[in-house]
């Protein structure tokens, strides 16, 4: 494998382009096919639907909506297994000042839910680089209802949000990484 770390790899494969619909410009976001070690893939390209067997009902069915719907979800996959262990739903904000929105976070809640939690931090490293990449300086937000928020604040790294951050509802947030502290494939 080579010496790349995770953020250069999502950087050779981030896609971002601005399409003219008839509602509006509509912002295209492709993740290509980023293999984290040998092992898991990360991607957008996926046609998964998450069974609430081994994700969280609700969470699982934010995914699946916000799949259906947008495409703004982001999934990795446990080659070993070939099943879906972790996908995050977001949304962008209009507000460049507002941080990308993480709407679902969803690791597995079952036999795997350690693999899918350790999954979350490389999912979590491909919006710091779509929300630097958009000029939204890397910073996570994560909206009521889209994660458990002990979770997302012992397991996942994420503050309780400071007063006025954007427009948008925000309980939680998290900066973006320093380069050395994006988790590495292969680590």
């Not at 879906?84 to 460049?96: F, G, K």
């Not at 958009?134 to 009521?144: A, D, E, I, K, N």
Request: hydrophobic residues 45%; charged residues 15%; proline residues 7%.
């Amino acid at each position: 494998m080579s010496p790349l770390t995770l953020a250069a790899l999502i950087q050779q494969q981030l896609s971002v382009r601005v399409i003219q619909q008839a509602t509006g410009p509509w912002t295209q976001v492709t993740l290509g096919h980023v293999h984290g070690g040998s092992r898991f893939l990360l991607t957008t390209e996926l046609a998964a639907r998450l069974s609430p067997s081994h994700f969280d009902r609700e969470l699982a069915a934010k995914i699946n909506q916000a799949n259906r719907e947008k495409g703004r979800v982001v999934f990795a996959v446990d080659l070993a297994l070939n099943e879906v262990v972790a996908a995050i739903a977001y949304h962008i904000p209009e507000d460049s000042s507002s941080p990308l929105l993480i709407t679902a976070m969803a690791p597995r809640i079952d036999a795997v839910a350690p693999v899918g939690r350790a999954c979350v931090l490389m999912l979590k490293a491909c919006l710091h680089e779509l929300g630097a990449y958009l000029g939204q300086g890397g910073q996570l937000g994560l909206r009521p209802g889209g994660a458990p928020i002990d979770e997302a604040q012992h397991l996942f790294g994420f503050r309780p949000a400071p007063r006025g951050t954007g427009r948008l509802e925000v309980v939680l947030v998290q900066d973006a990484p320093h380069i050395d502290e994006l988790p590495s494939p292969g680590r």
